[in-house]
Structure formats: structure tokens, C-alpha cells
């Protein structure tokens, strides 16, 4: 491939209290996944052809809600960011609790490759560096407005490697420009916007490493991953290496979230409505409050963070819904 760019790396809440008696005894599901994630932004075209032209997402469906309009953009069918415009929020701050990134997952080297190749490309990017994480290969981009995006690829689960009980994950140095001369094809560069892709996690700001481990372990139901990081904690369902992570590395101490710009609901998605049942039994024996539409279970993080849980196959008209 020709005209590859040079890429260079380059007051805390408490836990919620129990209630009495015994924590409903299930995690969740297995087949647990992640769902298009929400973004309150100031400037909805500029945030949009970036999504579009850095990303290789399509624009899917929009719809005004009071003020407000609601975009979400994809690959295919597939719903990976619903982006609202909400002009006069302050800017995204980074030292308070939010969005650390969003991971969008993609299924094979060369469709990761054509999707690095876009972002690097966009002058609105900036590129914040490149990691083999031994379970995945991963490359890391600023959006204009301040959000972090992870682009990845997962390598084989058989090629995981645990010690102790805990999967082993690194942040070894991944040569950007190596990569993509070893995996962009001009026919990955030229069906890009029909590649797969999908959330994979999502990493979070937070205020406290006890406190997210309360909500989103003990009453979400997700299970530690990686308990041994610096600052750091890594959950998922089913074995996978995370769904969900939290950091206090740049947010230590902080504590709710004042309206602003930049992350605005976690979608996770569930299998069938039983699962939905055990997990408000969870959130009612942890005292959380939540909100129960049928379909879709809504409760805040300690920081007041949006999260959706809801069963698979949602329309794009059920992601500009939430």
C-alpha cells in the first residue's frame, strides 16, 4: 500500500450499602454484549463526518427530541455510536469520571488496518498510540472533542494465557506503521465501510476502585477479569478479557458528574428477560435504584453514568429511544 501516514506513538463516593440477606447468587450471562455507545457532543456535524470519515461509520437514523437531535452511525446494520447534539454543555474534562474510550472491535487484521489507515489520515485525529495487550492488538485516537476511541482486533482465546487465576494481559510496544504494512490490502482499504465492527468495551473514568467494584461487579454482575492493575480494574462476562474497565488515573477522588459534554449512556446487552430479572434482583438487594421499561433496565453508577442493559436485536430506532 502507498500513502500510509507515519504514525508516533506518542470527593470519592462510597459503595452503595447491601441490604440484608443474601446477594442474589448469579452473574451475568455468558453471552453478554455491548451495544452502541452514547455521546453528548457540541457540534453535531463536525462530530458526525468525523465518526464517518475517520471511522468508516455510517450515518443510520436521526431523530429530534425536543432540542435535541439524536444520530447514531454504524457499520451495516450494526448501531456503534448514537451521537446528541447538545450545543452550551461544557467541554469534556478529563480529570473527571466518564469516558476513558469507546473500543470499537473488528474481526481480522486487514479490516482493523483499513480502519486505522482512515483515522490516521483525518486531520481531526490525534493519535494517542498503539499496544499489544497479549489477548488483543489495539491503536488509540482522540476525537475532536476530546473523547478516546480504541480500535482493535482480539487474537485467538486460545492464545489467552492466565496465571493465578487472573488473564494475563500486557501493554507491549505494537509499531504502527509495521502493522499496517504487514496487514493493509487494497481490497481491506476499499470495502472498509462494509468490514464488521461493533463495540467490544468499554474503559471508564472513575473516582474509586472499591466503589466501581461494588456497582459493577457485585450488582451489575460482571466478573473481575484483571483485579492486579495499577489504578485499574478489568471485568466482563463469559470469559471474555473485558467488557467493561475502570481508572483512576487520571480521575482519582472524583465524584459525580456534573452535566457536561462527552459520555452519556453504557448499552449492555443481555440475552432474554430472565437475565434482566436477576439483575434487578441484584440492584434491589444493593438498594439501586432503577428504572425498568420491559425491555431495557436503566441505573447510574456512583459517578452518574448512564447504564443501559437491554436484550439483543435492538432497532436503531430502540438505540434513539433510550
Not at 456535524?45 to 437531535?69: K, N
Not at 454504524?74 to 478529563?94: S, Y
Not at 466518564?98 to 483515522?119: E, I, Q, Y
Not at 465492527?197 to 468499554?202: A, E, I, N, Q, S
Request: charged share 20%.
Amino acid at each position: 500500500m502507498s500513502n500510509i501516514p507515519s504514525l508516533v506513538p506518542s470527593p470519592t463516593p462510597s459503595p452503595t450499602p447491601s441490604a440484608t440477606g443474601a446477594a442474589p447468587d448469579r452473574v451475568l450471562n455468558a453471552a453478554t454484549g455491548m451495544d452502541a455507545v452514547t455521546l453528548r457532543v457540541g457540534d453535531l456535524e463536525l462530530m458526525s463526518t468525523y465518526y464517518a470519515d475517520a471511522l468508516a461509520l455510517q450515518p443510520l437514523e436521526e431523530r429530534a427530541r425536543g432540542g435535541e437531535v439524536h444520530r447514531v452511525l454504524g457499520r451495516g446494520a450494526t448501531p456503534m455510536v448514537r451521537l446528541i447534539g447538545t450545543p452550551g454543555l461544557p467541554a469534556v474534562d478529563p480529570r473527571q469520571a466518564g469516558l476513558f474510550h469507546t473500543a470499537f472491535l473488528f474481526d481480522d487484521a486487514p479490516s482493523l488496518a483499513a480502519t486505522v489507515l482512515r483515522a490516521a489520515q483525518d486531520p481531526r485525529s490525534r493519535f494517542a498510540g498503539s499496544s499489544d495487550h497479549l489477548v488483543s492488538e489495539a491503536f488509540y485516537f482522540t476525537d475532536p472533542e476530546g473523547n478516546g476511541i480504541e480500535l482493535y482486533t482480539d487474537r485467538p482465546r486460545e492464545q489467552w494465557r492466565y496465571s493465578g487465576g487472573e488473564l494475563q494481559m500486557s501493554t507491549l510496544f505494537l509499531d504502527p506503521n509495521e502493522y499496517l504494512k504487514a496487514h493493509l490490502t487494497d481490497d481491506a482499504v476499499s470495502s472498509v465501510t462494509a468490514a464488521h465492527g461493533k463495540v467490544g468495551h468499554v474503559h471508564l473514568q472513575v473516582g474509586d476502585i472499591g466503589a466501581a467494584r461494588a456497582f459493577y461487579i457485585d450488582a451489575l454482575g460482571f466478573e473481575t477479569t484483571v483485579g492486579s492493575f495499577p489504578g485499574a480494574l478489568f471485568a466482563s462476562a463469559g470469559g471474555y478479557h473485558h467488557h467493561v474497565a475502570m481508572n483512576t488515573w487520571n480521575s482519582a477522588g472524583a465524584g459525580p458528574r456534573a452535566a457536561a459534554l462527552g459520555l452519556g449512556d453504557v448499552a449492555i446487552t443481555v440475552p432474554t428477560r430472565d437475565d434482566l430479572d436477576a439483575l434487578a434482583a441484584r440492584l434491589t438487594h444493593h438498594r439501586l435504584p432503577f428504572a425498568d421499561t420491559g425491555r431495557d433496565i436503566v441505573v447510574s453508577d456512583p459517578w452518574g453514568t448512564q447504564v443501559t442493559i437491554g436484550l439483543p436485536g435492538a432497532a436503531v430506532e430502540d438505540v434513539l429511544a433510550r
